[in-house]
């Protein structure tokens, strides 16, 4: 009875799913790449989804899929297609769900896969014939007949329909941690921009003494004739010298760094014309013009 009854909901379904191919296959999208690949993964999901429905499931390969730890995976992402009612109609799409919901056997599994069926053409506005609708009705109850848990289809329909909701209360809810994630790193790289323009940093996690200004190493070069292993020591050197010098007024030139202001020149020329040229050393301050000439020399 059982097995007349699931060859009986096959007859039936196989015309449903053949629409659904018609309506979302990857060959009807050649001319559409991105919506053709989403439509190629989906379908085979999808196929993938209606095997216990449209297979017999013997070998211990297809046993292993009605695997609970099995069926949640498969269930575990949506598919996503995109598709027209007809060659002239807009594009539309379509995020469905796939119902998560733990089955106590194959036949519950069976109305639960016919049940998504049914709703998967509905979110495709692919219309049933009531006739068709009432037929695998009958056959769905009929294939769990003598079962110990009774199988419905509406039951089934219900529980799909539950199942959808949550998914797509779920996808709504990552959106939005997405959403305020996504806010909150650009609050912080504005706030890092808008910190660097000032050139001020904290010294410390727990510094909570005044800001210090600090040399824009964006915009900082070293002559061939300082070494590298003094870059840091000199920065932090030249970092303690910057308020004096008031830096804030010529922070966005460019800035060389010298072994010495004589080493700069060549006669009476600058090596590096454009440049803020700072010795590595900063002896005497009271010396040192607070502006940078036009021709970029600080002497």
């Given at each position: ?5 699931l060859?009986?909901?096959r007859?039936?379904a196989?015309p449903l799913?053949?629409?659904v191919?018609l309506?979302?296959h ?5 001319n559409?790449?991105?919506?053709r690949?989403?439509n190629q993964?989906?379908?085979?999901r999808?196929?993938?989804l209606?095997?216990?429905?449209f297979?017999?499931?013997n070998s211990a390969h297809s ?10 995976k498969?269930?575990?992402?949506p598919i ?7 060659g002239?109609s807009?594009l ?13 056997g ?11 069926l ?5 979110s495709l ?14 056959a769905?109850h009929?294939?769990g007949a003598?079962?110990?848990k009774?199988?419905?289809l509406?039951?089934?329909m ?10 797509a209360r779920?996808?709504e809810a990552k959106?939005?941690r997405?959403?305020r994630q996504?806010?909150t ?7 890092t ?6 050139q001020y940093?904290v ?5 909570a003494g ?5 040399l824009?190493?964006d915009n ?9 292993s003094?870059?840091?020591r000199?920065?932090?050197?030249i ?6 010098l ?9 800035v060389?760094?010298?072994s ?8 009476d ?8 040229m700072?010795p590595a ?6 010396g040192?013009?607070?502006?940078p000439?036009?021709a970029g020399l600080?002497?």
């Open positions: 009875m059982a097995s007349t009854a060859s009986e909901l007859l039936l196989k799913m053949r629409n191919m309506r979302i990857p060959d009807f999208y050649a559409e790449p991105v919506i690949q989403k993964d989906s379908v085979q999808l196929q993938e209606m095997r216990p429905l297979e017999d499931m046993r292993a899929e009605l695997s609970a730890a099995f069926q949640a498969i269930t575990s992402k996503e297609v995109g598709f027209r009612e007809n002239d807009d539309s799409s379509v995020v469905f769900s796939f119902n998560k919901a733990r089955t106590p194959l036949p519950q599994l069976q109305a639960q896969r016919t049940a998504d049914l709703s998967l053409c509905s506005k692919i219309q049933i014939n009531p006739s068709t609708l009432d037929d695998i009705k009958a769905v009929a294939m003598g079962s110990q009774p199988v419905t509406e039951a089934a219900v529980d799909s329909a539950v199942s959808r909701f949550q998914a779920e996808r959106a939005n997405e959403r996504a806010s790193s650009d609050i912080k790289e504005e706030l921009r808008h910190l660097r323009q000032q940093f010294k410390g996690a727990r510094d005044p800001m210090q200004m600090r824009n190493r900082v070069y070293f002559a061939p004739n300082v070494p590298p003094s870059y840091a000199i920065l932090a050197h970092d303690s010298k910057l308020p004096l008031e830096y804030s007024s010529w922070s966005n030139l460019p060389m760094v010298v010495s202001l004589e080493s700069a020149l060549k006669g020329k600058p090596k590096y014309p454009g440049f803020v700072m050393t900063i002896r005497n301050i009271q040192m013009p607070s502006m000439p036009s600080l002497t």
